[in-house]
């Protein structure tokens, strides 16, 4: 008498005293396990299952945990440069012997099932306890805005009549630099010697928020301040 059992995703004629290699199952060596996913019993008598056969059974006795031959997955993409993998893999097994065929009364028999450790994609991997839930981070509280403080510098005309061309800052249009012009900011030394108050008070005024540093202006002043000199 044989049968056809199904574990580890893969099906199996065996008969009793076969040596047989499957995915691992969560098992030690000398325990007795029983596969209870039948397919199929041989004989006088055949019986095929739909899918399975209610009640039966193979009883087999674990001989050792191994690992088989060592698979070199190699893959190389044409035109991709440097676009090259190998990696390698030795898939678990667990080796049994199989002791009885029950063609009926195996879920009564009290016999540790055969439970496989899962696979993914082929690969087996080891059962655990489920990963704690992840805990949730502390909400950072925002950040206090830097009040606005009006600048020092400001005039209300340029030195000599002649003011510089602010339009060579970055983001600076003739429209913004007449703003800036209306707002008392004629030099680039005004801009270069402002603080992050200043800045949060010209931001403001200019109703372009986080524009002044997000553009750099600061630095920038500083530079062409620097040329003049």
Do not use: C
Request: proline content about 4%; overall charge positive; cysteine-free.
């Amino acid at each position: 008498m044989f049968a056809v059992l199904k574990t580890g995703g893969k099906q199996y004629r065996v008969q009793a005293g076969d040596l047989l290699r499957v995915e691992r199952i969560a098992a030690q060596a000398g325990e007795k396990v029983q596969f209870n996913e039948i397919l199929m019993i041989g004989g006088e008598s055949p019986v095929i299952g739909t899918p399975v056969i209610e009640g039966a059974g193979v009883q087999a006795e674990v001989i050792d945990q191994i690992k088989a031959d060592k698979v070199i997955h190699y893959v190389k993409r044409r035109r991709k440069h440097s676009s090259q993998r190998t990696k390698g893999h030795r898939q678990k097994l667990t080796v049994v012997r199989v002791t009885d065929i029950l063609t009926s009364g195996a879920d009564a028999s009290g016999v540790k099932a055969a439970i496989g450790t899962g696979s993914v994609s082929g690969f087996a991997i080891e059962a655990a306890a489920p990963a704690p839930a992840p805990k949730k981070a502390a909400k950072k509280e925002d950040a206090p805005a830097t009040e606005g403080v009006k600048p020092a510098n400001l005039l209300t005309e340029a030195r000599d009549g002649q003011p510089d061309d602010l339009k060579k800052i970055s983001g600076v249009g003739p429209k913004l630099e007449s703003l800036l012009h209306q707002n008392g900011v004629f030099h680039f030394d005004q801009i270069a010697a402002w603080t992050p108050a200043e800045i949060a008070y010209m931001d403001d005024q200019l109703s372009f928020k986080g524009r002044i540093e997000r553009d750099g202006w600061i630095g920038q002043a500083k530079q062409f301040a620097a040329e003049k000199e």
